[in-house]
């Protein structure tokens, strides 16, 4: 783990990222610049602990002019799920982080090919510049009670 520290500080960053932790609310709008988002697909830099780093092939919701990507978490562990479901069902429910992406380009002509190692991967890693908490505010809320002036 101590290489791949010393790895990380040398990664290119690229990104800011969003995870969604609210099953009721989908992101068609950028919380940040309020325009509205389209769907892009990235493969996501994912560490689970006790397995390592995958890269999974995720659609996110994506705001181009704030390059912010915004995954629901929700539907982000479905997919963690389906992977290790038959290959290692022990992992399923382990904590993860998000790191960043992989160069989609990489990522694809990858996918057929057995033996791509974990150093060649992180040849192509991108973090996030920076990783976003998501809170929503609003909806009724009882009125505020004025201070008592002293």
């Not at 390592?52 to 479905?78: N, V, W």
């Not at 963690?80 to 002509?109: C, D, M, S």
Request: with cysteine.
């Amino acid at each position: 783990m101590k290489l791949i520290e010393d790895k990380m500080k040398n990664w290119p960053e690229r990104f800011t990222f969003i995870l969604n932790p609210y099953k009721d609310t989908r992101l068609s709008a950028c919380p940040m610049c309020r325009q509205p988002t389209h769907m892009r697909k990235f493969a996501l830099l994912i560490h689970v602990e006790g397995s390592g780093f995958l890269a999974l092939g995720k659609t996110c919701r994506y705001c181009s002019p704030c390059e912010l990507i915004m995954s629901h978490q929700d539907e982000l562990e479905d997919e963690l799920v389906e992977v290790f479901e038959n290959r290692a069902p022990e992992l399923i429910g382990n904590p993860y982080h998000v790191f960043g992406t992989v160069e989609k380009k990489w990522w694809k002509q990858s996918l057929g090919q057995t033996g791509s190692s974990l150093n060649q991967m992180l040849e192509h890693v991108f973090l996030f510049k920076s990783i976003r908490n998501l809170k929503i505010t609003g909806g009724w809320q009882p009125p505020k009670k004025p201070r008592p002036i002293k």
